[in-house]
Every structure is written in C-alpha cells, then in structure tokens.
T-cell receptor, first 117, second 116 residues
Framework: DTEVTQTPKHLVMGMTNKKSLKCEQHMGHRAMYWYKQKAKKPPELMFVYSYEKLSINESVPSRFSPECPNSSLLNLHLHALQPEDSALYLC????????????????FGQGTRLTVV | AQKITQTQPGMFVQEKEAVTLDCTYDTSDPSYGLFWYKQPSSGEMIFLIYQGSYDQQNATEGRYSLNFQKARKSANLVISASQLGDSAMYFCAMRGRTSGANNLFFGTGTRLTVIP
C-alpha cells in the first residue's frame, strides 16, 4: 500500500463553518505534511509533523489547526476561513528513518479542493 | 535560503519526441537533494526522479532522466518518447540538509502539453 488517502476530495464551506480535512497513510511514514496550493502556483508548506509532533508551522493563521492523532492520521481543522483560503490542500508523507535523510521522496495524496464562500 | 527557478511556464512536444524541462536552483547547503514531480489535472503530485548533490551519475528512471550540472546549478528533466499521458504540470523541488531536511521547496512549474 503506497497510498496517501485524503478526504473529502471536494469541500465547499461558508466562512462561519467548521470543517476538517483528513489524511491517512499506512506506509509507516513518521513525517506527515500539509501543503496549500493556489491555482497555477506551486505547493506551499503549511505544517510538518515528525513522529506525531508538530515540528514546523510556517506562520499559518490560527484558523487552520492541524492534528496528528496517531502515526497514520493527519487532520486539518478549519474554522472561520476566508474566500482567499480557497485552494487545493495536499497531504504528504515521508519515511524519515534518519531525520536528515535527503533522498526519501514524499508521497502525496490527491488533495482536497476547498472552496470558501 | 533556497530558490528553485523554472523559466518555462508552458512547453509543447510532439508525441514520441523527447522534451527537456529546465530547472535551476540556488542554495547554500553543501548537501541537498533534487526532485521532479508530475501533477496531472487530478491534483496528485507524483514522484518521478531524484538526484543527490553528491551523486556522480545522472539519475534515470525509465523514460525520465535528469541532466544534472552541479557547477551550473541546473537539474533539467528529460522525458524521452513522450506520451499523451505525460501532459501535466511538472515541478522541480529541492530539499536541503541545513535548511530543514523535512521541507521540499518547489519551483513554479512547467505545463507540458503532448500533441498527437
């Protein structure tokens, strides 16, 4: 199983809603990532979890709240989003057997296309 | 600081022909890794090929090869025998040792269109 599964695939939410994005992998990867990708732009890193602990937060607004309940799951909780937060949200995982291993590729999910209205 | 530059917003190639997608980079890390990813319209980022900064040989994976010129800081992707399914966005990315081995920095991408 070399898949990273993201749900839902599409999400439309109002600015007052609370919703969550889910990411799951069963490859035993202990590094998991959230990226945000605007249309026609490259992915931008939001959060990194390493061994279930938040290791990087790229100054993301608090209306985005990540959670890593176990080594297979990564959630992104959304609250009071703005229309400019509409984007493709990509989850990725990697196997960092050594923390500084450079050559392990990240496996990405298909993403959640989020529209904030 | 790390920077990845892809100067070709869009490229066209005839089916069965070869195409080169350009990537230049800048980093102060003495050790780094370079990656190419393919992103079809479905959204998933698909890993294609990896080149380490200390690798002596250019990486190859099937129809993909990486033309790595370290002195020029370039890591161009060569796709041979293009197929219609190769039409997608292609991103060059880098991971550096001192700048955060957990992070991938992406270039702006090149949209490849394969013409029948």
């Amino acid at each position: 199983d070399t898949e990273v599964t993201q749900t839902p695939k599409h999400l439309v939410m109002g600015m007052t809603n609370k919703k969550s994005l889910k990411c799951e992998q069963h490859m035993g990867h202990r590094a998991m990532y959230w990226y945000k990708q605007k249309a026609k732009k490259p992915p931008e890193l939001m959060f990194v979890y390493s061994y279930e602990k938040l290791s990087i937060n790229e100054s993301v607004p608090s209306r985005f709240s990540p959670e890593c309940p176990n080594s297979s799951l990564l959630n992104l909780h959304l609250h009071a989003l703005q229309p400019e937060d509409s984007a493709l949200y990509l989850c990725a995982s990697r196997d960092p057997k050594k923390p500084d291993r450079l050559n392990t590729e990240a496996f990405f999910g298909q993403g959640t296309r989020l529209t904030v209205v | 600081a790390q920077k990845i530059t892809q100067t070709q917003p869009g490229m066209f190639v005839q089916e069965k022909e070869a195409v080169t997608l350009d990537c230049t980079y800048d980093t102060s890390d003495p050790s780094y890794g370079l990656f190419w990813y393919k992103q079809p319209s479905s959204g998933e980022m698909i890993f294609l090929i990896y080149q380490g900064s200390y690798d002596q040989q250019n990486a190859t994976e099937g129809r993909y090869s990486l033309n790595f010129q370290k002195a020029r800081k370039s890591a161009n992707l060569v796709i041979s025998a293009s197929q219609l399914g190769d039409s997608a966005m292609y991103f060059c990315a880098m991971r550096g040792r001192t700048s955060g081995a957990n992070n991938l920095f992406f270039g702006t991408g090149t949209r490849l269109t394969v013409i029948p």
